[in-house]
């Protein structure tokens, strides 16, 4: 009938033929977008760049440039005049004054710096990504404070390789060869195999160490669910079932005659991967399946390595020691911490030993941490050789050799002035860091690499700008020194203020980002660039005019009390300028190579965009591990052994009132129970065949199992009254004073108890531990899992939640579909209930990121790009053109760092965004000079202004910015880091790589036509 469902009709989870309708099938996936049987996104930039070819060669020749000036082009140059005159008469004072510029630039410095001395580094990963109010982070909170911290997990993959698979045939009386039975049996299940692994398993129980003045063994850290009346461990692993015993494995039971074999080990592994709850395993042995813990122990979780559900076929056994995890308590902590260690110490030389038939691969809850620890102290000498060799390319580089004797060489090298500028680069990170350190802001790895590499590029170009520029310039007639240098400041400044700010404002609104490392990088990079651009403008100027007075007095570079007589002024230009000048510039703006130039670069960038849905989303586990990392091992046994993944929680807040029986049916799943409850949503997805759905195994349910415990014929609740006080009769206790607490009668009459029967039983049945004659007592299975609240004198159901658990995640598109899903039906489930539904488990804090990861790239990038927009407009005198033209090069750079992306197999994930938004600072970098250079020219044609703004700023940008990264990068090479290769070698080397020849060769090109 569907207008009424009786309160006695089977469940659908345990009747198929009560379901609602036909089984739910899968749904149809995707069809792939096809244009003409081509990829739709390949075919839709194939008609992009062929429509490009054909409007761009309708372009006759370049336009000629208008003498004719508007009013926004008169404001234009009416700021340009400001700016200038306002650099050039700072430049002054800062050369009339060099002392006093310096010594108010140390101070500054400084006190800035004395922040780092409240620095503090956070290596936590929950910190890193995720946000204090994402959606995950809070649904962490709520479960860690409602249910307690998931348990930190020690665990074994162990194989047996020089085991093989046995064969065991059950006893049976009959002759009939329809009951005789062929059991397989995986190498793992042999019994020498299964006493080996007992023999570890018994040794890392008896791991202690010492911590302060205690010993602390796993006993004292380790989960014990039915604590105090039963404080062993739990152990999850396959010895379990003969309770981690080796005379229990050897046990066998004779037929009655006593002439065969009727029942041993394997019979008792049959019964129990069958039944891992069951009491007795309904052999002649008559074992318990349950653990010494006193809970049941699945197959699925000991055992790994088969198909389907053959669990006796298993090529691995798993052992997982769950230790138990402390909320905002350091202290206790600690110690797990402690033990953690020392069992990490104990498997590392165990793996080494003679004589052993295993073959295990090993993980605790420290591991990961650990090892990018390790891996990031293995990379220091790395990145410190790389920051020195960039720092002697950039001392070298800025010198003037134009004399042939030693004495020459010496006055015109500029060391002393490369090794200021540096100096300066690194003070700026020192002030950006001291100042956000003074805030309170933690530090991460991430920005202590990168904005150092950053600043640097950013610095070092503008320095290199400025040097060259005043060494190419010489003296007017009747200019002293400190007019010379306010004149170049005046000059260059403009180019230097318009990047600098332009990098700082886009960084500073990237800080807009919900994700604290993206949020914190970009904020401490955009005070660095300004800080940096603040020293360069005031303590360099300073430098430089002490350095140009050494050089007329003739004086060495860094030792300053040797001069030398009557030397002539060196003029000359530098190889790498002559080279830019009278080649290259000639060479890419000449007519046969400047249409060739355009074709290539809209090609690739078209490329890029056909396959920019085809970049990977996530990370890897295994890159953020070092090469020679036991962890990797152990990631190989996950994808290779496990048969379910992590335990997923489906929590349902509080406001759940499940003494009514219609919101009870709202979540059980037997008897009575609605078709669409929480328990039977589940379940039917745990089924839907052929379909990757999150759901490995059904949920278990507390209530469900304490409606079965409260059934009269289960002998389970029962209590007895003395004086008018009722106590709980465990069933083990034998005595005629004890009732049942629900009457035949009365579960007749109602399967559900009243309001007030419900709240009274359950405080018995979560205290109720299994036994042998009641293995629905709720302690072990649910004691953490109902969370009890008390108003006055009075109990009510709060939080509660339910554990099912993962298919096998093995790459980050697993993990990320298997939290999408978990959402979507979480949702739908909270469409059937009172109260609210979420699902949790350990690692969704760390993949929702990936959820949001493209509407974060976007959002930042976005942002970034409009920001630089609107800075280089207003800078370039209000030239709308020129503004769109760096903006759209600069994007074009972005999307052919995706295209470098999909064709090196970099993801893009936290890190990678980071490199993305630095990525748009560099690009700043090779582009905003030349367009500024472009726009300031005085030349008649456009390939004329773009040949001389090539000429005057390329080779500072190919000498300051490329050149410089070039022999910095050459070094990350050799890490022994996965993630410094992929996230920092190639990453980088796309990023200069892409940003020199777009800002070098299809700026100054493009510059030329439009």
Request: a negative charge; proline letters at 5%.
């Amino acid at each position: 009938n569907p207008f009424y469902r009786s309160p006695d009709a089977c469940s659908c989870n345990d009747c198929p033929s009560a379901c609602d309708g036909p089984p739910p099938t899968p749904p149809t996936p995707p069809k792939p977008w096809l244009i003409c049987g081509i990829d739709g996104y390949y075919f839709t930039m194939i008609c992009v760049f062929a429509g490009f070819c054909v409007l761009f060669c309708n372009l006759d020749k370049p336009l000629a440039s208008d003498d004719e000036l508007g009013l926004v082009e008169k404001w234009g140059l009416f700021l340009e005049n400001c700016l200038q005159s306002a650099f050039r008469k700072w430049g002054k004072v800062c050369a009339t004054h060099p002392f006093v510029i310096l010594f108010a630039g140390i101070v500054i410095v400084g006190v800035c710096g004395y922040g780092l001395r409240y620095m503090t580094i956070t290596t936590d990963p929950v910190e890193l990504w995720s946000a204090p109010t994402s959606q995950a982070r809070l649904r962490k909170d709520y479960y860690d404070q409602h249910f307690g911290p998931f348990y930190r997990t020690e665990q074994l993959i162990i194989q047996a390789p020089r085991s093989k698979t046995s064969f065991y045939y059950p006893y049976t009386s009959s002759t009939d060869k329809s009951d005789q039975q062929n059991i397989t049996f995986g190498p793992i299940l042999d019994k020498a195999i299964l006493h080996e692994i007992l023999s570890l398993q018994l040794e890392i129980e008896k791991i202690v160490t010492k911590h302060g003045n205690e010993t602390i063994g796993l006993n004292d850290i380790c989960l014990k669910p039915l604590a105090p009346f039963n404080n062993n461990c739990t152990v999850l692993s396959v010895l379990n079932y003969f309770q981690n015993d080796h005379r229990t494995i050897d046990m066998t039971a004779m037929t009655d005659g006593g002439f065969f074999l009727q029942d041993d080990y394997h019979d008792h592994l049959m019964a129990c991967t069958s039944g891992a709850a069951s009491i007795d395993d309904a052999t002649k042995l008559h074992l318990s399946c349950l653990g010494t813990f006193g809970g049941p122990v699945f197959p699925w979780v000991a055992l790994g390595g088969y198909n389907g559900t053959k669990y006796l076929e298993a090529t691995a056994a798993v052992i997982t020691f769950p230790v138990v995890n402390y909320y905002n308590d350091s202290k206790k902590l600690d110690r797990a911490l402690a033990w953690e260690k020392e069992f990490l110490s104990f498997m590392k030389q165990y793996v080494l030993r003679n004589g052993t038939n295993l073959t295990v691969a090993f993980s605790a809850e420290r591991s990961i941490e650990d090892e990018i620890n390790r891996e990031s102290g293995a990379d220091v000498m790395t990145i410190i050789a790389s920051y020195l060799i960039m720092f002697a390319y950039v001392a070298i580089a800025l010198g003037r050799f134009g004399s042939c004797g030693f004495a020459g060489t010496m006055v015109d090298c500029q060391l002393a002035v490369g090794l200021s500028g540096v100096l300066i680069v690194l003070c700026s990170v020192v002030m950006s860091l001291g100042i956000f350190s003074y805030a309170g802001v933690p530090l991460t790895l991430i920005i202590v690499e990168v904005i150092p590499f950053l600043a640097l590029a950013v610095g070092v170009d503008n320095i290199f700008i400025l040097v060259q520029h005043y060494q190419r310039y010489g003296w007017r007639p009747h200019e002293t020194p400190e007019n010379r240098l306010g004149r170049v400041l005046g000059e260059v400044a403009p180019s230097m203020f318009m990047s600098s700010i332009s990098e700082t404002v886009a960084f500073f609104l990237g800080g807009l980002s919900t994700m604290p490392a993206v949020r914190t990088f970009s904020m401490m990079a955009g005070l660095a660039i300004f800080c940096d651009f603040l020293l360069q403008i005031t303590c360099f100027v300073a430098i430089l005019a002490l350095d140009s007075k050494r050089q007329n007095a003739n004086r060495f570079d860094c030792v300053c009390c040797i001069k030398v007589q009557d030397k002539e002024p060196t003029e000359n230009d530098g190889i790498l300028y002559r080279l830019v000048k009278n080649y290259c510039a000639p060479g890419i703006l000449s007519r046969c190579f400047r249409p060739i130039a355009v074709c290539l670069f809209v090609g690739f960038a078209c490329f890029s965009g056909a396959v920019l849905h085809k970049v990977e989303i996530g990370l890897d586990q295994s890159l953020s591990m070092p090469e020679d990392s036991y962890v990797l091992n152990y990631f190989d046994g996950i994808n290779n052994y496990l048969s379910v993944g992590a335990p997923v929680y489906f929590v349902v807040k509080e406001g759940q009132n499940y003494t009514n029986p219609d919101e009870a049916n709202q979540i059980c799943g037997g008897t009575g129970c609605n078709n669409n409850s929480l328990i039977e949503q589940i379940a039917r997805m745990s089924k839907m065949p052929n379909y990757a759905l999150p759901i490995a195994y059904p949920a278990s349910s507390w209530l469900d199992d304490y409606y079965d415990w409260l059934k009269p014929q289960s002998s389970c609740c029962r209590y007895s009254t003395t004086n008018a006080t009722e106590t709980f009769c465990n069933a083990t206790v034998v005595s005629d004073a004890c009732t049942p607490c629900r009457s035949a009668e009365e579960s007749a009459q109602s399967s559900r108890p009243s309001p007030e029967e419900f709240i009274k039983f359950l405080l018995w049945y979560l205290n109720d531990n299994p036994e042998m004659k009641c293995a629905k007592g709720g302690h072990a299975a649910y004691g953490s899992s109902v969370k009890m609240v008390s108003e006055g004198n009075t109990s009510q159901v709060g939080a509660t939640s339910f554990m099912a658990f993962h298919t096998v995640t093995k790459t980050s598109k697993d993990f990320i579909g298997c939290l999408r899903h978990a959402n979507e039906i979480a949702d739908q489930i909270s469409m059937n209930t009172t109260a609210e539904v979420f699902p949790y488990s350990i690692f969704y804090v760390f993949y929702e990121q990936y959820l949001t990861i493209v509407h974060d790239t976007i959002f930042n990038l976005g942002v970034s790009l409009a920001a630089i927009f609107l800075v280089v407009f207003l800078l370039l005198g209000f030239d709308l053109l020129s503004a769109i033209i760096v903006v759209g090069t600069i994007l074009m750079i972005l999307l052919d760092m995706f295209g470098a992306m999909y064709l090196w197999s970099i993801p893009l994930n936290a890190v990678s965004l980071v490199n993305l938004v630095m990525a748009v600072g560099i690009s700043v970098e090779f582009c905003a000079h030349v367009a500024r250079a472009f726009a300031m020219s005085q030349r008649r044609t456009r390939v004329a202004r773009a040949e001389e703004a090539l000429a005057e700023m390329g080779s500072s940008v190919l000498s300051g910015i490329t050149l410089t990264k070039f022999v910095g990068i050459a070094i990350l090479a050799f890490s022994k880091s996965q993630i410094f290769k992929v996230f920092y070698f190639r990453m980088y080397l796309c990023v200069v790589l892409l940003g020199a020849s777009h800002g070098l060769i299809f700026l100054p090109v493009l510059l030329s036509y439009i």
